[in-house]
């Protein structure tokens, strides 16, 4: 299995509040990714990074911020959680792009009251 | 834009064999994947395919026929341990990246 853990695993906070969920990989892979995942809508792609510092966003990134100062790390930062932010996060790595699969996390799941 | 679609819910006998159907419209088409979704847990990847025909893998096999943007997933000699949701996920290159299209998933329930 690839190396690769998130945390926390699982979050309750309350709406407004400002929250980062982190994922560390071991596999030196260039490309990380962080999806939501919520019933009817499958995985869709908040934000990806393609190296250090360079980042980019995905289909539903408002509402979310990106960092990745080293390789093996990629922040996830809610800066003011809402409600419709409750969800089950994954992260996932991969050696490069297209047809190159993607390796998953553990996924975090958020609940924002 | 991007559109794929794949039954939202299937059940099947152990032992038998059953086929998870996925269609999909998209710009800048570059390849499927399959991946399996257990309950509670991360997706793992079960297959790739770019051109045209089957691939096979153990039980496993993966067809896709890019002129009619349409794939499916045949899984044979079904066992307990294979209900879990099957996701269909295409590579999309637009701009200059490559970024992958998850379908809602088939949530596959294997009866005795």
């Known amino acids: 299995d690839a190396g690769i853990t998130q945390s926390p695993r699982h979050k309750v906070t309350e709406t407004g509040t400002p929250v980062t969920l982190r994922c560390h990989q071991t596999e030196n892979h260039r490309y990380m990714y962080w999806y939501r995942q919520d019933p009817g809508h499958g995985l869709r792609l908040i934000h990806y990074s393609y190296g250090v510092k360079d980042t980019d966003k995905g289909e539903v990134s408002d509402g979310y911020s990106v960092s990745r100062s080293k390789t093996e790390d990629f922040l996830l930062t809610l800066e003011s959680a809402t409600s419709s932010q409750t969800s089950v996060y994954f992260c996932?790595?991969?050696?490069?792009?297209?047809?190159?699969?993607?390796?998953f996390g553990p996924g975090t799941r958020l609940t924002v009251l | 834009g991007q559109n794929i679609d794949q039954p939202t819910e299937m059940t099947a006998t152990e032992g038998a064999i059953v086929q998870i159907n996925c269609t999909y419209q998209t710009s800048g088409f570059n390849g499927l994947f399959w991946y399996q979704q257990h309950a509670g847990e991360a997706p793992t990847f079960l297959s790739y395919n770019v051109l045209d025909g089957l691939e096979e893998k153990g039980r496993f096999s993966s067809f896709l026929s890019r002129s009619k943007g349409y794939s499916y997933l045949l899984l044979k000699e079904l066992q307990m341990k294979d209900s879990a949701s099957y996701l269909c996920a295409v590579t999309h290159h637009g701009d200059s990246s490559y970024k992958l299209i998850f379908g809602s998933g088939t949530r596959l329930l294997v009866r005795p």
């Open positions: 996932a790595i991969s050696e490069s792009e297209g047809n190159n699969e993607q390796f």
